[in-house]
């Protein structure tokens, strides 16, 4: 008989991925293949208060994967939360990073193909004011022919614009940074699938200049020539 598993404690050795406010540790839970996100505590912080934010972290996490699985963007499976630990536990997605996929050998049609249906999932999320908070191609795995969404970490629910906007130029400076050669092609493709899902993708995408042009210090008609918005 298959016995509830103890994630009591934590095996270092077993860390898949260190990130600023959580560790990923592959697992198992009964049957099945799993990736345990734990927030950890930090000691700089008042306990109460350091409680309070990871618990409030983590719910609004598992919130925004549960949401986003409803209206049809994929993520990963939840199959517990501790609230004790700030833990998560979710199905462990088989797969190959986007980031991969993209900087490998390969038609760069199939590659601006990928991309464009990945600007209209994003286009879905921020239409139900889903923000992913970390949109990066590291942090969408190809599995089969799905693409899944993971690790909405740093996301919120919003309805600002700003906040879209800057998802969109998370992903941008992702492509300039990641996948420097056919940086272009990509957001431009990006932007084709995010009009086809966003209804007001023309005044994110215009917020997103205007955002990019503030952090940069610069006029936006010096970076207009990369966006869509016709």
Avoid at 136 to 150: E, Q
Avoid at 168 to 175: A, H, R, S, T
Wanted: glycine letters at 4%.
């Amino acid at each position: 008989m298959t016995t509830k598993p103890n994630f009591e404690e934590v095996n270092e050795e077993s860390f898949d991925r260190w990130g600023a406010e959580a560790i990923l540790v592959k697992d198992k839970w009964f049957d099945f293949d799993v990736m345990r996100k734990i927030r950890i505590p930090k000691k700089y912080r008042i306990s109460q208060i350091d409680d309070e934010l990871r618990n409030n972290r983590t719910i609004i996490e598992s919130r925004l994967l549960i949401a986003a699985k409803k209206i049809g963007v994929q993520t990963p499976f939840i199959f517990e939360i501790n609230m004790n630990k700030a833990t998560i536990v979710m199905e462990f997605i088989e797969g190959n990073l986007v980031k991969d996929i993209l900087n490998a050998e390969g038609a760069k049609k199939s590659k601006i193909e990928l991309v464009k249906e990945i600007g209209r999932l994003v286009g879905k999320l921020h239409s139900n004011d889903i923000i992913h908070g970390d949109l990066t191609t590291s942090n969408i795995v190809k599995s089969k022919d799905n693409l899944i969404f993971i690790d909405f970490g740093l996301g919120k629910f919003s309805k600002a614009v700003e906040d879209k906007a800057v998802d969109i130029l998370l992903i941008k400076k992702c492509f300039i940074s990641t996948h420097t050669q056919i940086c272009k092609e990509l957001f431009f493709s990006f932007q084709e699938g995010y009009y086809q899902s966003m209804k007001n993708a023309k005044s994110v995408l215009k917020r997103t200049i205007k955002v990019e042009a503030r952090g940069r210090h610069l006029r936006e008609n010096q970076v207009i020539k990369d966006y869509l918005l016709s």
